[in-house]
């Protein structure tokens, strides 16, 4: 009877903190690699940075799949009805990282061809600043994602 | 259109040396006939007063056999926001039609407003996965109006970094064409060796990707302490991770399967579209603007130009693995003989003063200030100046109309000439060698689209 002894084999907790605890580890991100950003986020999924460490190691090629979507690089006047498409077909509940200076706030590009910040498009969570960001960056800002989402701040 | 029956189709298979004759005469005629039937099309609906951008459709296919498939450009296998309308008859590929702009940036435009200093931060973003080469070529267009003389040292930097840049390049390109066809491992290994060479990179240039560090009058910073030992290294682990990539790929019966006989292009057709790079030397032409008209004194170096024989996925595959070697062979060369002195040029006017100058003088504390918010003038005149990239033959053309700003800047990107092979390489071709066809071109669409 070697369960009996030890610490009690009970757990209680609320179901919105399950919820979130469940939600927190296993966010599938959606491929929407645009620019340079991309190559970073590329670089963050392989071997080296080993985003799998954090559960999200899976990039979906369909946004119906995905719950979070990193917008990784400049987002151009003619993308951008296809990024909100993209935004709109991904289910509930879903979150947006806007990786770089460029999707954050159009970076060096202020000119007619961009969209100068892509939360003019969708609502942003979490904006990651560097042109590119690197990885450990982008692993940041995915890590304060987390936080916020246990934490309640972004739960949904 | 040229028609090929159904009994034509060609599965690759492993043992496939040479490509079937109606693969290479079907892909030429159709081709044309794409053309000349796309512009008749076009003109008859402009005159309807509507035109037609996107697609024409091609009457000749009966309506039940054929459909077309929208690819991209949210699409994992497109190596960004390239879309493709594709017209299918059964599982072959008819006609293919890139359609681009989804990354515009208005790059050169940008490059109006910023003086020739600052142009670097602005086209090391083209290209990114070579942004050192972008800074290059902008650079030496720029020295080119300016008449100045580069030291010995500042070219064996460039040459060294840039070099570096082609293999890091090389790595990415043959990982997502690895990844592309479904060799999950080779895009794990290809990222591994890249980020030796990015880290390198952060070492020197402070950034791992557009460093902005090849400048006008020489580089930005002279190379960090124990360059050699990391370079030494970059060398030794990517010389033996090149022998994991040949076990894993050079002779895996479903990786040739794959790529033999795949997408081929023609010398001829690689000449008329302006295709350069390894999808041209895949077809067998030994043209390396290194060899040809040599820059930054690279013709000092000894070094091969690898190419193909059939111009298939396969071949280019091939000459890039043999272009990682050929790169790190002039890596060696330039870290052993690299000589002493200044790292950028001593012409004030371009340059400015020395940290202890700025010190001691007044005069020289105004001139760097003037230096980098003015920025310094360029004499009238127009040029061009290509390097050999990546990806094939990259173009910087320069007008100057003697302020500190360029008139005009435009950039000749290989990416954008070689996108136009698609249609020539896909025609005719099986739905499901789409993927091996364009990572085998590897555009990057910040060069496409600029």
């Avoid at chain 2, 202890?356 to 360029?378: C, D, P, W």
Wanted: aromatic letters at 6%; proline letters at 6%; charged letters at 25%.
């Amino acid at each position: 009877m070697a369960h009996l002894t030890g610490p009690p084999q009970l757990l209680t907790t609320t179901m919105g903190k399950a919820i979130r605890w469940a939600q927190q580890q296993s966010m599938w991100p959606a491929t929407f690699g645009l620019a340079c950003c991309a190559i970073e986020m590329m670089a963050t999924g392989t071997a080296h940075n080993d985003l799998a460490r954090f559960g999200m190691e899976v990039f979906r090629a369909s946004p119906r799949q995905a719950d979070l979507m990193v917008v990784a690089g400049r987002v151009s006047q003619k993308m951008a009805p296809v990024l909100r498409q993209v935004y709109d077909q991904m289910a509930d509940p879903k979150w947006v990282i806007s990786m770089g200076a460029c999707a954050s706030t159009g970076g060096m590009f202020n000119n007619y061809a961009l969209v100068q910040g892509v939360d003019q498009i969708v609502p942003v969570d979490v904006y990651v600043p560097g042109c590119p960001p690197g990885p450990q960056s982008l692993m940041h800002g995915i890590l304060t994602l987390q936080d916020k989402l246990v934490s309640g701040e972004l739960s949904r | 259109m040229a028609k090929t029956t159904t009994t034509d189709i060609w599965i690759s298979g492993t043992e496939a040396p040479e490509p079937a004759d109606w693969m290479v005469a079907g892909t030429d005629e159709g081709a044309q006939e794409m053309v000349r039937h796309e512009t008749e099309e076009r003109d008859r609906e402009q005159r309807g007063s509507r035109v037609m951008d996107d697609w024409v459709v091609d009457d000749t296919i009966d309506d039940d056999e054929r459909m077309i498939v929208n690819m991209g450009p949210q699409h994992p296998s497109t190596h960004g926001v390239l879309r493709l309308n594709i017209e299918l008859e059964g599982e072959i590929v008819r006609r293919v039609k890139p359609i681009i702009g989804y990354l515009h940036t208005g790059m050169e435009k940008t490059a109006e407003t910023l003086t020739f200093l600052q142009g670097g931060t602005n086209v090391t973003r083209m290209d990114y996965l070579a942004p050192l080469h972008n800074e290059l070529c902008y650079s030496l267009a720029v020295e080119k109006l300016l008449g100045v003389e580069i030291p010995p040292r500042a070219q064996a930097i460039r040459v060294l970094l840039t070099e570096l840049n082609r293999v890091s390049s090389h790595l990415v390109a043959t990982a997502t064409n690895g990844m592309d066809i479904g060799a999950l491992s080779m895009m794990m290994y290809g990222f591994r060796e890249r980020e030796l060479i990015l880290e390198f990179f952060e070492k020197t240039t402070g950034l791992r990707m557009n460093h902005n560090f090849i400048r006008p009058g020489g580089v930005a910073a002279d190379l960090p302490d124990g360059w050699r030992e990391d370079v030494d290294q970059i060398i030794v682990r990517i010389t033996a991770a090149l022998g994991d990539y040949e076990d894993l790929l050079k002779e895996n019966p479903i990786w040739k399967g794959r790529t033999r006989g795949v997408g081929i292009i023609t010398a001829e057709e690689c000449l008329a579209y302006g295709i350069t790079g390894p999808t041209l030397r895949a077809t067998g032409m030994d043209w390396d603007l290194r060899k040809t008209q040599p820059y930054s004194g690279i013709e000092a170096y000894d070094f091969e130009v690898v190419t193909g024989s059939r111009g298939d996925v396969y071949d280019r595959y091939r000459v890039r693995i043999g272009e990682i070697t050929q790169s790190l062979r002039i890596v060696e060369q330039v870290m052993h003989s690299m000589p002493k002195g200044d790292y950028k040029t001593g012409d004030r006017k371009v340059s400015p003063p020395p940290r202890q100058r700025i010190n001691e003088s007044m005069e020289a504390l105004i001139h760097h200030f003037k230096i980098y918010t003015e920025g310094f003038q360029v004499p009238v005149g127009e040029t061009y100046q290509a390097i050999e990239g990546p990806r094939g033959e990259l173009g910087c053309y320069l007008v100057s109309d003697g302020s500190g700003t360029p008139q005009r800047m435009h950039t000749r990107a290989p990416s954008f000439s070689n996108l136009a092979a698609l249609p020539i390489m896909m025609a005719d071709s099986l739905v499901a060698d789409t993927v091996a066809c364009i990572a085998s071109l590897d555009p990057v669409m910040g060069d496409v689209d600029r």
